[in-house]
């Protein structure tokens, strides 16, 4: 997609999750993609109109790259489809509808409700103890419900925070704030689940390019009554409820 050139947009519905941007198909009709970025689960493709497209996948959003004729029995969930300079068509598809797409002007991006508001990227320089400790310092929320908040770290879902938890024997239920000092240093703690978050996103990262069986995924994720599978701990991994998303931890060696 990048350095490519929008030839053909094709809309199958008004909106999405939200309406679609006034005029959206012909804005784009013509512009070159400059560059690709992700800013947490949102995203960015910078235009040579100087607007960018913003793109959420929702619940449910993927988009199929393919190259050739547009197939005849495209589904009834392909609900925006570009057609680039390059050859390729880009389809999204999402079967719930929650994804959505904008196009925004530079003040608009860094004024964006949700964007301006982010965090840093767990994978990024900007992103250590000292980041987390502060983030958390003073939060009577639960330490998973604090990362979660894409104000604390950017990007995080329930899977991998969960995993992340696990990694560094940190209870999801204890308070966020018992990470940092009262002035906002780090404590050991934090140490250590700033270093397993970006373990595990960087083992996801890793698999994604590899086959492997759902089974060998996951540390604790959909593992419940399943031994912990740090090799000194003889627990069982429970799940409880937070904040209305499913937790899966194990009470023997997360403190």
Avoid: W
């Avoid at 997609?1 to 519905?13: G, K, T």
């Avoid at 960015?44 to 959003?61: K, Q």
């Avoid at 057609?83 to 719930?96: E, N």
């Avoid at 959909?222 to 599978?229: D, I, K, L, N, S």
């Amino acid at each position: 997609m990048e350095s490519a050139r929008f030839v053909r947009v094709l809309l199958r519905r008004p909106d999405l999750r939200t309406p679609f941007p006034v005029r959206f198909d012909r804005r784009l009709r013509g512009r070159t993609v400059l560059r690709l970025e992700r800013r947490a689960k949102y995203l960015l493709a910078i235009l040579s109109s100087d607007e960018t497209l913003v793109m959420h996948l929702g619940m449910s959003g993927s988009f199929r790259v393919e190259r050739g004729r547009e197939r005849i029995d495209d589904g009834r969930h392909d609900h925006v489809v570009f057609h680039m300079s390059s050859g390729f068509r880009i389809t999204f598809t999402d079967p719930r509808r929650f994804g959505f797409m904008d196009l925004l002007t530079p003040r608009e991006l860094a004024e964006h409700p949700a964007l301006s508001r982010l965090g840093p990227e767990p994978l990024s320089a900007a992103f250590d103890a000292a980041a987390l400790a502060r983030a958390c310092r003073g939060k009577k929320t639960s330490l998973k419900a604090a990362l979660l908040d894409q104000r604390v770290v950017a990007g995080l879902g329930n899977i991998y925070v969960s995993e992340a938890l696990h990694v560094a024997r940190l209870s999801p239920l204890r308070l966020a704030s018992t990470i940092a000092t009262a002035s906002g240093a780090p404590r050991p703690a934090a140490v250590r689940l700033a270093a397993a978050i970006r373990q595990v996103l960087e083992q996801a990262i890793a698999r994604s390019a590899k086959a492997y069986r759902r089974g060998d995924r996951f540390r604790v994720y959909e593992r419940t009554g399943e031994r912990c599978r740090h090799a000194d701990c003889r627990g069982t991994i429970a799940q409880c409820v937070q904040s209305g998303r499913t937790t899966f931890y194990c009470p023997a060696c997360q403190r």
